[in-house]
């Protein structure tokens, strides 16, 4: 199986023709994948099989798999996979968005070598997931199963995100663990964010109060960032950081409060390669 060198995956998905390539041999991998592993982990057959090779397609078995970790006598497992179906049949997008959140781990996470890795076992992968149905659900009259799954991705994915924070695709929440993000926030397309991040307000402000997240920026771990700021596209958030004022684009800010240390302009746009050494070097920086 040849998988896309890093940096790639975040192209496949600037033209529909290329994620409709992309999600065709999707579920073939995935499938290909279930298959070794269940020769290698044999105990684990009630897994694999159950998840993945049972399954009739990709967003069915992502729908099991997510229902799995989220069931409880509250909420069964059907009630769960039905919620799921009736979202995508009214949004198709919602598939190729969990499409692009796949491809995001695997193109971001150098611990990740294969598609089976998040979709089973990332809780990252499966809060934004659940976040997706929850954000459907809040916007169709069903405010209360809305604010029921923020609460119950609480307790199972150690992540709250309010139904109403709007998320693009190609998202990727590594650990996942201690993310809180507001109702007002925005976190556009190819957004990476680590653990213990935070996208709040200030306590002093109600309306529209939370960050908005541009396109490509990355927040390191334990990142604050508060208020209605805008992050501006392809930025660094070190690790640590608190973040109170608007950060242009192709930025790297740090510290308490957080300051630029970093900084390109229009003429000076870092190249693809740059791009790639400024996400590690950002995360050099902890306060």
Not at 124 to 134: C, M, N, S, Y
Not at 225 to 251: D, H, K, M, T
Not at 258 to 281: F, G, M, N
Request: aromatic content about 8%.
């Amino acid at each position: 199986m040849v998988y896309p060198s890093p940096g790639r995956l975040s192209l496949i998905f600037s033209r529909p023709a290329d994620l409709d390539d992309f999600a065709a041999t999707l579920w073939d991998d995935l499938r290909q994948e279930a298959t070794e592993a269940l020769e290698k982990a044999p105990m684990l057959a009630g897994l694999f099989v159950a998840s993945i090779l049972d399954q009739p397609s990709f967003e069915a078995a992502v729908f099991h798999r997510i229902a799995e970790r989220l069931k409880n006598d509250v909420v069964p497992h059907p009630l769960l996979t039905a919620a799921f179906t009736r979202a995508v049949r009214a949004a198709p997008e919602i598939i190729a968005a969990i499409q692009a959140d796949i491809a995001a781990v695997l193109e971001r996470d150098p611990a990740c070598i294969r598609y089976i890795e998040p979709f089973l076992y990332f809780k990252g992968f499966h809060a934004i997931q659940t976040h997706r149905l929850a954000h459907w659900l809040w916007h169709n009259s069903e405010r209360d199963f809305a604010l029921y799954l923020q609460s119950r991705s609480s307790d199972v994915f150690q992540t709250d995100i309010h139904p109403a924070a709007r998320f693009g695709r190609g998202i990727f929440l590594d650990h996942a663990t201690g993310l809180v993000v507001g109702e007002t926030a925005i976190v556009e397309d190819g957004v990476s964010l680590l653990q213990n991040v935070t996208l709040g307000g200030t306590g002093k402000e109600g309306g529209d109060r939370h960050p908005k997240i541009g396109r490509g920026v990355m927040v390191g771990a334990g990142a604050k960032i508060l208020g209605n700021i805008a992050i501006g596209a392809n930025s660094r958030i070190a690790a640590g950081a608190i973040v109170l004022r608007p950060v242009e684009p192709f930025s790297t800010v740090a510290g308490i409060p957080a300051k630029v240390i970093r900084s390109h302009t229009e003429d000076s746009r870092p190249t693809a390669e740059q791009l790639k050494e400024l996400s590690y070097e950002s995360f050099n920086y902890s306060i």
